[in-house]
């Protein structure tokens, strides 16, 4: 298997996109990773990746015009590396419009895809169960034929990744009454409901989304990237009040001692870091964004994302479900 990994993107630099790599190497012997960068920052990555030099970094803001004009950055060589070498698949934890625009300029869309869509597994209160949840960010403004095509999409995936038989979806909603809901969700639930859309369970509130109920659940970008942030910030503030109580006084430390098996658990499974990357669904190839914080355990686990999307071969079985 190839693998291109764009170690530029990273807010915190490509110490720990080194790191990662690394670590990935130890644990895949089976893979080859093309790392793209300045030459002179990877010279202590393992001797088994090939260094493919890169001068410039994009922007987190850039458009895809700048992507597609800065030839030496490390995201079009990457890409232009993808296609070159016939890769399984690439990362990066650049800008996410920059690496959508792009990757859908010079991979291209799945043939009957309308849009690409961000998706990512969210942990849920039943325990060892994920769901997936899309577009988390990818677009702005969706159509309902591109909200049932992501609901395919995400079925897919929940099938062949999280190896869930029959995947329940939802829509994400205001209100779990099929009236409920913005135009779109009405309209989409509406052609789902037509549709016979398999195992289409209606909608879901935003309080119901981690309770483990739901499989898949389909958003259009804008409320799916409201989610996820918001999820982010409870998640950060849950930590930082814990962190709180524990530190108050000594009976709370003491307290601490007996309750910290549990404590950490819970904060494993509210960790992005543990989830890696997300995947862009709907472009044809392996396309992994990385989160722009990531330290080296994140991107590593964005890194066996597109590892396991390689091998689970999601591309061809979303091709030939689009061709029905």
Same mark, same amino acid.
């Given at each position: 298997?190839?693998?291109?990994?764009?170690?530029?993107?990273?807010?915190?630099?490509?110490?720990?996109?080194?790191?990662?790599?690394?670590?990935?190497?130890?644990?895949?012997?089976?893979?080859? %990773?093309?790392?793209?960068?300045?030459?002179?920052?990877?010279?202590?990555?393992?001797?088994?990746?090939?260094?493919?030099?890169?001068?410039?970094?994009?922007?987190?803001?850039?458009?895809?015009?700048?992507?597609?004009?800065?030839?030496?950055?490390?995201?079009?060589?990457?890409?232009?590396?993808?296609?070159?070498?016939?890769?399984?698949?690439?990362?990066?934890?650049?800008?996410?419009?920059?690496?959508?625009?792009?990757?859908? %300029?010079?991979?291209?869309?799945?043939?009957?895809?309308?849009?690409?869509?961000?998706?990512?597994?969210?942990?849920?209160?039943?325990?060892?169960?994920?769901?997936?949840?899309?577009?988390?960010?990818?677009?702005?403004?969706?159509?309902?034929?591109?909200?049932?095509?992501?609901?395919?999409?995400?079925?897919?995936?929940?099938?062949?990744?999280?190896?869930?038989?029959?995947?329940?979806?939802?829509?994400?909603?205001?209100?779990?009454?099929?009236?409920?809901?913005?135009?779109?969700?009405?309209? @989409?639930?509406?052609?789902?409901?037509?549709?016979?859309?398999?195992?289409?369970?209606?909608?879901?509130?935003?309080?119901?989304?981690?309770?483990?109920?739901?499989?898949?659940?389909?958003?259009?970008?804008?409320?799916?990237?409201?989610?996820?942030?918001?999820?982010?910030?409870?998640?950060?503030? %849950?930590?930082?009040?814990?962190?709180?109580?524990?530190?108050?006084? @000594?009976?709370?430390?003491?307290?601490?001692?007996?309750?910290?098996?549990?404590?950490?658990?819970?904060?494993?499974?509210?960790?992005?870091?543990? @989830?890696?990357?997300?995947?862009?669904?709907?472009?044809?190839?392996?396309?992994?964004?990385?989160?722009?914080?990531?330290?080296?355990?994140?991107?590593?686990?964005?890194?066996?994302?597109?590892?396991?999307?390689?091998?689970?071969?999601?591309?061809?079985? %979303?091709?030939?479900?689009?061709?029905?």
């Amino acid at each position: 298997m190839k693998l291109i990994v764009d170690m530029m993107g990273s807010d915190l630099g490509s110490k720990i996109t080194v790191e990662a790599v690394n670590a990935f190497l130890k644990e895949h012997p089976d893979v080859t %990773i093309f790392a793209v960068g300045r030459k002179e920052e990877l010279t202590s990555l393992d001797s088994r990746a090939i260094v493919v030099d890169a001068r410039d970094v994009i922007a987190m803001d850039a458009g895809p015009l700048d992507v597609m004009r800065a030839k030496e950055s490390s995201m079009l060589k990457s890409l232009n590396l993808y296609l070159s070498e016939e890769a399984d698949g690439m990362v990066s934890a650049g800008g996410t419009g920059a690496y959508l625009s792009a990757a859908t %300029i010079k991979l291209k869309l799945i043939p009957g895809v309308e849009r690409a869509a961000l998706v990512s597994p969210f942990p849920t209160l039943k325990e060892n169960h994920y769901v997936i949840i899309l577009d988390i960010g990818a677009n702005n403004e969706n159509t309902v034929s591109q909200l049932v095509q992501f609901a395919k999409m995400g079925q897919i995936y929940a099938k062949s990744v999280l190896k869930i038989e029959n995947p329940g979806v939802f829509l994400l909603s205001n209100g779990s009454e099929s009236g409920k809901g913005s135009p779109l969700i009405i309209e @989409t639930h509406r052609t789902l409901k037509e549709q016979n859309f398999p195992n289409f369970k209606g909608n879901i509130e935003g309080r119901d989304a981690l309770n483990g109920e739901a499989d898949v659940i389909v958003a259009d970008g804008f409320t799916g990237n409201v989610f996820l942030k918001t999820t982010e910030g409870i998640a950060k503030m %849950i930590g930082k009040l814990l962190k709180d109580a524990f530190t108050e006084r @000594t009976s709370s430390k003491v307290g601490y001692l007996f309750a910290r098996k549990s404590i950490r658990n819970m904060k494993r499974k509210l960790d992005y870091k543990n @989830t890696g990357g997300a995947m862009l669904l709907g472009i044809n190839g392996v396309v992994v964004k990385a989160h722009g914080s990531s330290d080296g355990t994140a991107f590593k686990n964005a890194i066996e994302v597109a590892y396991k999307m390689a091998r689970h071969n999601v591309i061809k079985e %979303i091709k030939e479900k689009m061709d029905e």
